[in-house]
């Protein structure tokens, strides 16, 4: 019984691990597009800054120095939206620039919440078939099958006890 709940616990996790290179490729894909639409607005913001004969950094000096309240918050929500392209452009070329089995560091060191919310709650379980996936089953399932045969082998002793001291 203690060796099928650990095969059981075994298998568990390893589908619950396998699942993390499919999380990762799903992130990896709504970071690409968070900054395909960052760089639009951001390119199209330079192209009307030197439309106006001004500098990117000029013309949010514009924003800062204008004394309509809506032009000011303007400026503030444009650098705002700079910061977070140049930051994600960054994370995104990180993700891209690791090894398969290395892309789990920049995800966690650098993952933007709200994308990486966005992508678990649409997020569709595929069966591992890369290297990577594999990998991770592995791991899953020799982990899950120790953690319950150490599990198991407790509860085992501690029922065993009880039960000898009862009879």
């Keep these: 019984m ?31 597009g968070a900054v395909d639409e960052l ?15 001004l500098t990117h950094e000029a013309a949010l000096e514009t924003y800062d ?9 303007r400026g503030t929500n444009m650098r705002t939206i700079f910061e977070r392209y140049e930051r994600l452009s960054r994370h995104l070329a990180e993700v891209q ?24 709650r649409n997020f569709k379980a595929a069966m591992p078939v890369t290297t990577q996936g594999l990998i991770f089953a592995g791991v899953g399932f020799l982990g899950g099958y120790s ?13 065993a006890k009880r039960w000898t001291s009862s009879s």
Excluded at 41 to 53: E, K, L, N, P
Aim: net charge neutral.
């Design 147 to 159: 953690l319950a045969s150490a599990i198991g082998s407790a509860l085992g002793r501690r029922f």
């Design 39 to 53: 760089r639009v607005i951001t390119q199209d913001f330079d192209r009307a800054a030197v439309g106006a004969g």
């Design 65 to 73: 120095n204008a004394q309509d309240t809506f032009l000011s918050q």
């Design 97 to 120: 620039n690791a090894d398969p089995l290395e892309q789990l560091l920049p995800l966690v060191k650098f993952a933007d919440p709200t994308l990486a919310q966005n992508t678990f």
């Design 2 to 32: 203690q060796r099928l709940f650990s095969i059981a616990g075994g298998i568990g996790l390893a589908m619950m691990l396998s699942q993390v290179p499919e999380y990762l490729q799903q992130y990896q894909q709504r970071l690409g």
